[in-house]
Structure formats: C-alpha cells, structure tokens
C-alpha cells in the first residue's frame, strides 16, 4: 500500500515546523505503510520571489516559472537532508528527474504525464522516502513550468493516480474542510464531502484546495483526505463514496465560501444585435480570462442591452481594454466597473429543486440589510454578489441560518 502526503507551505514554514514532520513520517515507517512525500515551497517565499522578478521588471512568464521553481527545490533538498541526518533514508525529486511534461501554458501549466514515475517506484523499493518537488513541470522541450499557485495539490494528486496509491493526504494549518471559512466563523467541520461539492467550495473560494487538483482526483477516483499536520485527527475525506441521510430527498448543504477578488463589469445600453453576447464574451475568453456571473438583460421594447459579468481582479483592465475596441467603438454603449465587490455561496445538492433554500439566503440577506447586487443559481450553488464591506456580517448570517438546518451534527457524521 502507498500513501502520498503532500505538505503545504504552512507545514515546511520553519525549522521547527520541519523538524515536526518526522512524527508524521515515523508514524507510517513503523506502520510499514510506504509513503510519497510531496512538498511546497516554505510559505510566503513563492511570493518573495514573485516580488523579486517584478523588482527586475520580469517580461516573460517562461522567466518567472524558471526561478519559481527555486522554492520547492529548497524545500525538498532541505527536508531530505533532515531525514538523512535522523537516519531516514530518503531522495529529493524535482520535476526534471520525474518527467512531470506539462504543456507551455507558463505560470499556469497543465500536466500532460509522468514520464519517469516508474523511477519513485524504485526508490521506494530501495526502502527509500521519495520527496518531490509540487507545483513544479516541464515541457517537452525541457523548460521549467509551474501549475499555478497552490499547484502543489495537484502534483500530488497526478502523482496518486499514477501510482494508484490509496489516498493522498493534503497536511495543513487546519483540522479538516470546515463547513464554512474558519477564520471567519468557529464552525463544523466535515468528515465526508463529495469531489462535485469540493469543486464547488473551492471553485468559489475555500483557498484549502486547488480546484484542478480536485479535477484530477475526480476524473481518476482518487481518495483525497484534508488533515493537520500538527494536530492528530481524520481529517475530511473526499471521494466519490455515497452518504445517506435520514430522508433521502432532504436537501444537503456542504459548506458557505466567499471570494472578493472579483471585479464586475456593466456595458449598458449597447445596440441589441443578434449574437451581442458572443461579441462581448468571445474576445475575453479567447484571451484566457474566465467569466462568471453572466447576465444579459435586456427589455423587449428597446434595442438597446445591458450586459454583466464577473472577471478576476487581475484581469479586468484587459477585459475592459477588449470591451471598448470590439464593443463599444463598433455597437456604442458605455462601461461600468466596480471593484469592491465579494461573492458569497451556498454549496450544496438539490438547491434548486429545494425553493426554501433561496428563499432563506434572501431573507438573510435582508435581515443583515444587504443590498444584493447579482444572483445566480444551480442545483449545486447558489451565490450572491454583494459589497465588499457586508461580507463577514452576510457570511455569519448564513452559517447561523444554515447550521440550524443542515445535516451534519456537532461531529460531523450525518444525521
Ligand atoms: N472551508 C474551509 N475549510 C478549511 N479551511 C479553509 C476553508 N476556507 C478557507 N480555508 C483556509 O485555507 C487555509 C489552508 O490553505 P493553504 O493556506 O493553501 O494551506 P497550505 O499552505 O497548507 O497549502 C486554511 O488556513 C484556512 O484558513
Ligand atoms: N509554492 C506554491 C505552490 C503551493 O502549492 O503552495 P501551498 O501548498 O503553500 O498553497 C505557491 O505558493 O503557490
């Protein structure tokens, strides 16, 4: 049996912090359990380094990636050092000596294979920790790529599936998945969550785990578990396994996430011609910015439109750079953004199909006196768009009006 543990920047953090990892490790070396280690950079020095490149005014994507992938190496070298030094044998890994190919969609590289993972097998036969760097690739041409921030998840989830191992554990700073954000609220946590509600959650917020890891673990069935490194307990485990409540068409709620890193954008009163969705939205996607919240709305009478979405802070300047040459030059109209804006969700199965659900989150929206700006519905989520300053209060509001009604108990079993 082998399991794969992936120890994120908050574990690797310190030199006391590193040092604390070898009772994790002599745990499953006594239990004869083989383990892949699978480590991110020490937390906050993949962020130095991106500071530093900006510094020397960095043009090129395929530079950055070279030197981000500095950071794992360290952490990697370093922490087999240590288990040598305390008589536990083991190899640092980085991405060359796996072949981890991605494409060459730098800073944001996906994982075409794992050429050499035949090579971890061996050092595991040699009674030996394999340690790899996550987060890290290369292309087929041999060039370094990273799989995006918070990518180290998903190395180790590719690195299960090919060793088709029996879980990866994903070790951080918190306990488990909680229902909602735990700095925000004191809050349940889960014991069982589905990898369609885990994508949700994460997709819409909960910084705990990359959405694409999740993909993977989704496509290729594996067994993800979400535990703390330096507490002793089960963690969350997330996986395709089936939970049956008491009712079986009671509605399940999974969890409430935010984010505020969005920025929304208006073109109002632009000339209503066929196809103007497709106008406004192709040359955006088209230039690897993902859209959200997509509303037209439009009245019969006029043949004029209005037309919003959401788009990542990052990229709004460019989404509203493409709006004016393709739109508003050509169709007229004019462009409102607004920028201090969160999102917040409700996860869950059969949110549509239950109405109390949407009716509840409404009502906690006007019990808080929040002005909603934008809604969007699903069977899985049901988020609302509001100002960045009624966050936390909206946030609190619904946990308190969900944890009445949801079906996990204090220990987050299923009633
Ligand atoms: N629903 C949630 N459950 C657990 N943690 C959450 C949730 N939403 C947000 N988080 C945050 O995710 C953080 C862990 O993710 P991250 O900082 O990427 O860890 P690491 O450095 O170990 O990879 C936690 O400290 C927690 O504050
Ligand atoms: N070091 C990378 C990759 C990573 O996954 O980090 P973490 O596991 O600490 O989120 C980053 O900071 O994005």
Redesign the pocket.
């Known amino acids: 049996m082998i399991i794969i543990q992936?120890?994120?920047?908050?574990?690797v953090?310190s030199k006391q912090r590193i040092k604390f990892l070898k009772n994790i490790i002599k745990k499953y070396k006594n239990l004869k359990i083989k383990t892949v280690i699978i480590l991110?950079a020490i937390?906050g020095e993949t962020n130095k380094i991106v500071t530093l490149a900006k510094y020397f005014s960095y043009k090129k994507l395929k530079e950055l990636d070279c030197l981000l992938c500095v950071g794992e190496q360290v952490s990697v070298s370093l922490f087999s050092i240590f288990l040598n030094s305390i008589k536990i044998n083991s190899k640092p890994l980085t991405s060359i000596q796996i072949g981890l190919i991605t494409n060459s969609d730098y800073s944001n590289a996906r994982i075409n294979s794992i050429k050499n993972f035949f090579l971890i097998k061996k050092i595991l036969l040699k009674n030996k920790i394999p340690i790899l760097a996550g987060f890290q690739g290369i292309t087929k041409s041999g060039n370094f790529t990273t799989l995006g921030r918070?990518g180290?998840?998903t190395t180790a989830i590719a690195i299960t599936a090919y060793l088709e191992g029996k879980e990866c554990q994903?070790?951080?700073?918190?306990?488990?998945?909680?229902?909602?954000?735990?700095?925000i609220c004191k809050n349940y946590k889960?014991e069982f969550i589905s990898f369609e509600n885990m994508l949700e959650?994460s997709s819409l917020?909960?910084?705990?785990?990359?959405v694409r890891s999740i993909e993977i673990a989704r496509k290729y069935n594996v067994n993800i578990r979400?535990l703390s490194?330096f507490l002793k307990n089960r963690g969350?485990l997330i996986s395709k396994k089936k939970i049956f409540s008491s009712s079986m068409e009671r509605v399940f709620i999974s969890?409430?996430?935010h984010t505020n890193n969005e920025v929304r954008i208006t073109v109002k009163n632009t000339l209503n011609t066929a196809g103007i969705s497709s106008k406004i939205i192709g040359p955006i996607v088209l230039n690897n910015i993902s859209v959200d919240m997509v509303i037209q709305n439009s009245i019969f009478t006029s043949k004029f439109t209005d037309f919003t979405f959401l788009v990542e802070k990052k990229f709004y300047k460019k989404a509203i750079f493409l709006i004016k040459k393709y739109i508003i030059s050509k169709l007229g109209g004019i462009i409102e953004y607004e920028k201090e804006i969160s999102k917040v969700s409700v996860v869950g199965i059969g949110l549509k199909t239950h109405n109390e659900i949407i009716n509840k989150i409404l009502f906690c929206m006007s019990k808080t006196k929040v002005n909603i700006i934008l809604i969007s519905t699903s069977e899985t989520k049901i988020s609302v768009l509001i100002k960045d300053i009624y966050i936390i209060k909206a946030i609190k509001e619904l946990y308190y009006m969900f944890n009445k009604n949801i079906i996990f108990r204090r220990n987050g079993r299923v009633a």
């Open positions: 992936k120890f994120g920047g908050t574990s953090g991110s937390s918070g180290s998840d994903i070790y951080t700073d918190v306990e488990s998945i909680f229902f909602s954000d735990p700095r889960l959650l917020g909960s910084k705990v785990l990359y979400v490194t969350t969890g409430i996430t």
